[in-house]
Structure formats: C-alpha cells, structure tokens
C-alpha cells in the first residue's frame, strides 16, 4: 500500500490502471470506511481511498477544527485493503481560493441541507474534484449518509460522469448505533442514549409495515419522543427512496438527524410498503 499527498504523483501512479474501485473518506476510519474499502475489491484491480477532511462542507460553527484527524492509524487499518491512499494537504486540493463549485439540486437544501447551508454544494464540489483526480470506474458511498449519497448519484447522472457509484448497507455497533467519526464525542451516558435512535426508526418502519399512512403523525410522535428524551431533533422525515420527495411510492425512507449534547446524529432506514 503506497501513501500519495500530491495530485500529480498520484494521477502517475494510475495513468495505467484502468479498473480503479474509489472510496472517498474524511479519515478517522471505522469499521463501516473499512467495510467499503473491503466491497471496493470487488469493483476493481486497484483500490483508492482518500482521507481529506473538507473545509468547504463545514459551516463556521461546526467541527472542522475537532474533527478528528488520526492518518497514522488509518494506514494501519487500511493494510491488506487499500493499494494507494491518498492524503492531501488543504494546500494540495485548494492552492487558490476555490470560487468555482458544484451547484446541488434543491434536496441539498432540505433535510441535512436545512440545518447545514452549503454543506452539500462543499461536499459534492470535493467528491466532483476527487473524482476528476482519481479517475474512478467505481465509487462506494455508506448509505448513513443517504441524503450525500443521492445528491451524488444525481451529481454523477446530471453531469454524465463516467463513474459508478455504488451505496453500501450501513455498519452498526452491537446495539444497533450506526458506525460515525462523531461517535467518539459521545459522552458515556449519551452513547447508552443514541441507540434510541435506531430503534425509533425500527418503530416507525414496523409501523409503516402495519399499515400506518399517516406520515405526518408518525413524524411528529417521533419527535415528541426525542425531544422527551433530551435530545434537539433537526428532523424524521418520511421520504420517497428515488428522490427524497415526501412519501408517495412503495420504495419509502425514513431519515432522522438530531443531536445529543454537541454530537449531531444521523440515521436512517429503508422500508418496502406492499400496495
Ligand atoms: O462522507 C464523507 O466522509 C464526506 O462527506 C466525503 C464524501 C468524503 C466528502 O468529503
């Protein structure tokens, strides 16, 4: 496994691959970044993974300073997964003022995009500029992140990239909390909290499975319940799986993010309604 800081050795050290698997990473790697890199080999002869944390998807009051930053040990835990990982510097990626940028479609402002203006105009932007230097046939993306995960499916359809992109099941701890580098804020007592969340989703789903259509209840019973226990709800929502439009198709998920002291979480799930 070879480790790149710069753009130019980097696009040498593939000019001759053809079937290069990509995962993009903001670094401090868990077992769900491990469990991409591993599928990755199943898309390509040569693995990349990035680790860049970037600026341009925080807003001014959010982690980017904290954001943990643990490059040695990620190597580590890529050894035997990844062929190259490539680490810029902020320098590297942006040597002038970037003042050209990916413009979302419109569901980059709901959701996530409500409490996080401009986070997904950064985010695409950087996964746009990752793309043009690493050259990917395939891309792996968690599904945690569904809302990211289709902006940049229409990203790379609306713009014809020539880039598959691939969604990839969540990795949970034991008690269900889905896997994040925001995990590590947690305190103890809200780590033994934040699997409240998977379990409200899991609720909500059998619910929905049941038969219940009132969205719109549903939505709000659970914020109640959040909001009873301690936590600050950006949203539950209950969303078509194709375009994250209000539920109306059988192909339905429901996205929560909300906050427990200063760790903002996110999760979702998946649910098939039969007609
Ligand atoms: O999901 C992430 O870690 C980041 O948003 C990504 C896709 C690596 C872009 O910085």
Redesign the pocket.
Known sequence: MRLIRKIDELRVCLASERAIAFV???GNLHEGHLDLARQARNYGDCVVV?I???PL?FGPAEDFDDYPRTLDADCASLQGLADIVFAPSINEMYPVQQSVYVDPPPIANELCGAARPGHFRG?AT??LK?FNIVNPAVAL??KK?YQ?LHI?RQMASQLSLPVRVIGCETVRAPDGLALSSRNQYLSGTERSEAVFLQQLLQDMRHSLLRGERDFERLQSRAVEALVGRGWRVDYVMVRNQSDLQPASQPEIVVLAAAKLGKTRLLDNVEVFLSA
């Open positions: 993009p990473t903001m990035s860049f944390v970037n998807q985010m950087v996964v990752l993306f968690g992140d990211q940049i």
